[in-house]
């Protein structure tokens, strides 16, 4: 009798112990990303965070770098979406937030296929201006970054209406703030690059967040 009771309890703390590990490389994604950006962009010659995107830390010598950040954040991103979707199961903002939060998670392995233009003087020997026109590669680049971006933006909103349902206001009000924050600093790029790195950053510490919060806010015999 003992033996039957606690062979499905294990089980469900086995299952719970994966959505765990597996929200854990949602929540480590962003962070990681960021931090090796600063760092690159802190120590490689020519790169100013005023007149350069990260993206642009893809090029030169040690492009490699900013490649390989890339696909890791792309790949954590898709590893956190699985673990949302287990932590959300059965409801409608499970299935969509995995979802869009994997359209974003691909992004970044595009974006490490397609790697951005030169310009603003990055790499060493570039031309002080930003190019005038994209590159079929660049091109490809900032349109996987647009998609990635609009569907983290939808995926916020869908997580509004699940910690709305569930009266976490401070949550929601966030998550419906945030997109809002990543289409201004976009929208405002056109004056300085700041403004897009800015919203990129609040996005990918706000996905960070959320993550972490659906990590902790699972019930206890799922801990």
Do not use: K
């Amino acid at each position: 009798m003992t033996q039957a009771i606690g062979a499905p309890a294990a089980s469900v703390s086995t299952t719970w112990s994966r959505t765990r590990a597996l929200l854990a490389g949602g929540i480590a994604g962003g962070p990681l990303f960021l931090g090796v950006g600063v760092v690159q962009g802190l120590s490689r010659d020519s790169f100013d965070f005023t007149r350069n995107a990260i993206s642009q830390l893809s090029l030169g010598d040690l492009g490699w770098i900013q490649v390989a950040s890339f696909v890791l954040t792309g790949v954590l991103a898709i590893v956190g979406a699985a673990g949302i979707r287990r932590a959300l199961t059965g409801t409608v903002e499970g299935r969509w937030v995995s979802r869009l939060v994997g359209v974003f998670g691909a992004s970044f392995l595009l974006a490490a296929v397609f790697t951005a233009d030169a310009g603003a003087g990055f790499p060493a020997g570039a031309p002080e201006v930003p190019a005038l026109s994209l590159s079929w590669h660049g091109a490809l680049h900032m349109l996987s970054a647009t998609a990635g971006f609009l569907a983290l933006c939808a995926a916020f909103l869908m997580l509004a209406r699940h910690f709305a349902a569930r009266r976490r206001r401070g949550w929601a009000l966030g998550s419906r703030l945030v997109p809002l924050g990543i289409l201004v600093g976009f929208a405002a790029s056109s004056a300085t690059v700041l403004a897009f790195t800015a919203g990129a950053a609040l996005g990918l510490l706000w996905l960070t967040a959320v993550t972490a919060r659906l990590a902790t806010a699972l019930p206890p015999a799922q801990n």
